[in-house]
């Protein structure tokens, strides 16, 4: 009898020993960087006894460029020049050409890719240049180093200028002076960088290459011109960055903005979305951009121009041609969001116009122009710098446009208590012929009952005038100080 | 005789328990993601693993959903299967990206583009719920599906009863060819 007891019990046990390690528990991993000086949290899951964190929060802990292939599984993580490449399902890891192996593979968590927590000590340690100590018995992930607070530099080449920007992590001091005529020295104390990382070759018109130092305490840029020419430098916010621009346009000394056109969207026989209670996007956005004109130009002095002040439809082209008629400085479009499905989306979104949206479309494009001009016969195929003159025609107020959106999405997100979506950038028809600035703003989703019935609510209508006007006033506080801090030499 | 019934009994007891416990459990460890099942199982000889893109619940990014289709010989029809499969909406938990009512009048393909031609009726347009996230949505779940599955494809050119269109509902340009966009799907 005893024995069978005894049988029994020990089956059962079995059968918890096998399941219990099988559920992954859900936990979380605190992060302590250089001995304290900052902290954060993270999610991990326990499969098996091991601890397996988010790949999409590692990649913003250390923020990595991440490439997804949906089909072969493929993971590619860039920090600067270093590489790191994986299949999920596979405990084989590719760093720098050269393979190494986890104990665990990564793997799929509901959808989302997580990894062995070894992935970080034993592979992105050396990636990030960073000490990554795991302690299991205190669940403490223990980072120093390889925080580099001045993080890449990049460039635009337009028609009369060059723009060098240098990404920050945190604001620092810097002194930007010329010690030679045609070299521009930028030091920014207590910078510390990967000076590898930030040397440029540009060979444009106006600038040669930049080439990075660090010094004991700061990191010392040089921009080499090709000829003695006036340059100013300010910083800006929201990712933190010093601006450097080669030659900057005379003629925008005493810059102002003086018009800005508000597109409500739709109108007529386009009643845009329409919500399950039956609002007309139309009719909401139209709402909202009269509020707003009302709230620029008598707080500003702005002169504003609507593209329908009405219920009437005006086509897609005639607004922007409307707003580069109107020597407009910024263009508005303001509309109401919409989904397919149950939950019908919901919360706040800017988007600003791009045509190269990402590395495919800027490869395919690179490729398709290489083939026109071989058909053209010219034998030639596109060298680097059609495609710099291709890229430039394709993102004139790229960067005044996203700065603009970011703006707008922070002034939203002080007004609103609905989600904040993202920034995002689109190939929009109606932002397409914009010769200035321009965003696109979907205030909320009409396709979401919850709120509908918040746009139908005046409240909530003037809230959101609101929010866009005060981005709208901080980036013209910000444009014109930029502006006037004209240094010519 | 009396203890063994007692002991009996306390046996079965005890595996029901067990059962009980391991069944009610399947949901929870479902949703741990335990039962991970490996996607790439040999497909049978007429079968065709492919993955559709559909929308998240929030019409933030679109997600992948695995579907076994009927595989085809010629290039053009097996396009048209997963436009079809898109149309017919996710089985899953994600959300559609597809008027219903629409219908895929014809498709072409141009070799020398690697382009696919998608000519809808009326309703893909006329049944669009609108909205900037909604279009995203709606054309790259085709575009993404497309070109992942089909190795001939790089370009996806979206038509209406035969011709161009400027935009779906008023927002994103579609007079032009769309290459792939990862940076809208969410891993």
């Known amino acids: 009898m005893v024995k069978r007891i005894s049988i029994g019990l020990v089956v059962t046990a079995l059968i918890a020993l096998i399941a219990l390690p099988l559920l992954a528990q859900q936990e979380e991993i605190k992060v302590i960087y250089d001995e304290g000086q900052a902290e954060a949290t993270v999610k991990s899951l326990i499969f098996q006894g091991t ?3 988010y790949l999409k929060e590692m990649v913003k802990l250390f923020r990595l460029d991440l490439e997804w292939d949906a089909i072969t599984k493929k993971v590619t993580l860039t920090s600067g020049p270093d590489q790191v490449i994986f299949f999920v399902g596979s405990s084989q ?3 720098n050409n050269r393979i190494k192996r986890t104990t665990q593979p990564s793997r799929f968590s509901n959808g ?4 062995p927590i070894e992935f970080l000590s034993e592979i992105l340690d050396g990636v990030l240049k960073a000490k990554i100590d795991w302690e299991p018995k205190t669940r403490i992930l223990k980072v120093s180093g390889g925080r580099l607070n001045v993080r890449g530099v990049r460039h635009s080449s337009y028609f009369d200028s060059t723009r060098i920007v240098i990404d920050l992590l945190k604001p620092l001091n810097y002194r930007a002076r010329k010690e030679l005529p045609d070299q ?4 920014v104390y207590g910078g510390e960088c990967n000076p590898g990382e930030l040397s440029l070759e540009i060979n444009d018109s106006r600038v040669k290459n930049i080439q990075a130092f660090q010094l004991p305490n700061a990191t010392q840029i040089v921009v080499r011109l090709i000829q003695d020419l006036p340059y100013k430098d300010f910083t800006l916010k929201n990712p933190h960055r010093i601006v450097l621009d080669i030659n900057p346009p005379q003629k925008r000394l005493d810059y102002k903005i003086t018009t800005i056109v508000i597109d409500p969207g739709h109108g007529g026989k386009d009643p845009g979305a329409i919500g399950r209670g039956g609002t007309r996007e139309k009719d909401i956005v139209l709402a909202i951009a009269k509020e707003l004109k009302r709230l620029i130009s008598e ?15 005006v086509p897609l082209r005639e607004r922007t041609a409307r707003a580069n008629n109107e020597r407009a400085d910024l263009f508005i479009s303001i509309h109401a969001n919409a989904a397919l499905g149950r939950a019908r989306g919901g919360g706040f979104e800017t988007y600003f116009h791009s045509l190269a949206l990402t590395k495919e479309a800027k490869a395919v494009a690179r490729r398709e122009n290489a083939v026109i001009r071989l058909e053209k016969g010219s034998r030639r195929a596109m060298s680097q710098a059609d495609f710099i003159l291709w890229d430039m025609a394709h993102n004139t107020y790229l960067n005044e446009s996203s700065e603009l959106a970011i703006l707008v999405q922070e002034g939203l997100d002080k007004k609103l208590k609905i989600r904040n979506r993202k920034v995002d950038q689109a190939h929009f028809y109606v932002l397409s012929g914009a010769d200035m ?4 703003v ?5 396709s979401n009952p919850r709120e509908e019935s918040m746009l139908r609510n005046p409240n909530f209508q003037k809230r959101v005038a609101e929010g866009i006007y005060n981005a709208i006033a901080l980036y013209k506080r910000n444009f014109e100080r930029s502006m006037g801090l004209v240094t010519t030499d | 005789m009396e203890r063994k019934r007692i002991l009996i009994i306390l046996g079965v007891l005890v595996l029901l328990i067990v059962v009980i416990v391991v069944v009610l459990s399947i949901p929870f460890l479902k949703r741990k993601g335990v039962f991970y099942r490996i996607p790439f199982l040999a497909p049978e000889e007429n079968v065709k693993l492919v993955r559709l893109y559909f929308a998240s619940p929030d019409a933030d990014y679109l997600r992948v959903e695995a579907r076994r289709i009927l595989r085809e010989e010629r290039i053009t029809d097996e396009a048209k299967a997963l436009v079809e499969e898109l149309i017919k909406g996710p089985r899953g938990n994600l959300d559609p990206t597809i008027p219903p009512e629409t219908q895929l009048r014809e498709l072409y393909i141009v070799p020398e583009e690697k382009c696919v031609y998608l000519d809808f009726n009326q309703a893909f347009q006329a049944n669009h719920p609108g909205g900037s996230a909604g279009e995203l949505l709606t054309i790259y779940s085709l575009v993404n599906t497309l070109i992942d599955n089909l190795k001939e494809i790089e370009r996806v050119q979206i038509l209406v009863e035969g011709g161009t269109i400027e935009t779906l509902a008023g927002h994103i340009d ?10 809208i799907v969410e891993y």
């Open chain 2, 174 to 183: 579609t007079t032009k060819s769309f290459p792939r966009n990862s940076t």
């Open chain 1, 184 to 187: 521009v020295i930028i030091d």
């Open chain 1, 437 to 440: 600035p321009s965003i696109l």
């Open chain 1, 299 to 313: 707080r500003l002095g702005i002169r504003v121009v609507l593209t329908r002040t009405g219920d009437y439809f």
């Open chain 1, 93 to 95: 890891v590719m760093v």
């Open chain 1, 112 to 115: 989302a890719i997580v990894l």
């Open chain 1, 442 to 446: 979907e205030v909320a989703f009409i």
């Open chain 1, 51 to 53: 601890d397996f964190v």
